[in-house]
């Protein structure tokens, strides 16, 4: 049963990239190949529901339904999320990095012909997807009718302009039922629901094995107080969220 959700998943895999290779192909034989910009990003984290065998779900897809048929609904469990996200701790709804990396391919012949499968280390995040189109489309986002944008443009960051590694000085918030970091250059600070924070050096710990919280009391106190201006901007309620009786 095990081996079967694994197979049933890769083929998952596959299928999405033979249907990536579709498009890809279907623009090339319309011309428009050239002048496309294509952005491809998996999903964050191999999910962990269901235990360690993972679930079935009959509210969802037939109990005895064949693995992998349109009846079906099941997870791949803990055992092969472990597998998907290794190097990286935890999984999907948590934010230690084995629940929110994920890698980014970028591509647009026309436009980034300087750089062609080269690989980028700066940090990202899906909320600079918006101001990226953006400035790839020479548009313009009206603040005054619309409330500021998060993110910022990962144009010159593709490109390898210089001075695009400033970015990573930037700090960026996550919060997911509870679970919460927040990450500034090589610090991040991170905590699942009701934990303490730990706290890790990415440049020197990119799989979170050595916490440093004790170690390193000013930046962990200094990445809190960023978490909690940032939590109290963006309206982050308390896990769980109670609703008020009527």
Request: aromatic share 6%.
């Amino acid at each position: 049963m095990m081996s079967q959700r694994m197979e049933v998943y890769a083929a998952q895999v596959d299928a999405l990239d033979q249907g990536v290779g579709r498009i890809l192909s279907a623009l090339e034989h319309s011309g428009k190949r050239e002048n496309t910009v294509v952005m491809f990003l998996s999903d964050n984290g191999c999910s962990a529901e269901g235990g360690q065998k993972g679930f079935n779900n009959p509210q969802r897809g037939e109990v005895n339904a064949e693995l992998g048929t349109r009846d079906s609904y099941v997870s791949a469990g803990l055992s092969w999320a472990n597998a998907c996200n290794t190097p990286y701790r935890k999984y999907k709804m948590q934010v230690h990095e084995g629940g929110i990396s994920t890698p980014l391919i970028v591509s647009w012949p026309r436009g980034f012909s300087n750089r062609r499968g080269e690989l980028e280390h700066s940090v990202g995040h899906v909320i600079d997807l918006m101001p990226t189109c953006i400035e790839l489309a020479g548009a313009r986002y009206d603040t005054a009718k619309a409330i500021p944008l998060e993110g910022i443009s990962l144009v010159s960051v593709v490109t390898g302009e210089a001075g695009a590694g400033t970015n990573d000085e930037r700090v960026l918030c996550w919060e997911h039922e509870g679970n919460r970091a927040v990450r500034r250059g090589r610090w991040k600070l991170v905590a699942s629901n009701k934990d303490r924070w730990e706290l890790y050096d990415l440049e020197a710990d990119r799989t979170e094995q050595t916490n440093l919280a004790t170690a390193e009391p000013d930046v962990v106190a200094e990445l809190r107080s960023l978490y909690e201006a940032w939590a109290e901007r963006c309206g982050v309620k308390p896990w769980p969220i109670k609703q008020a009786k009527r």
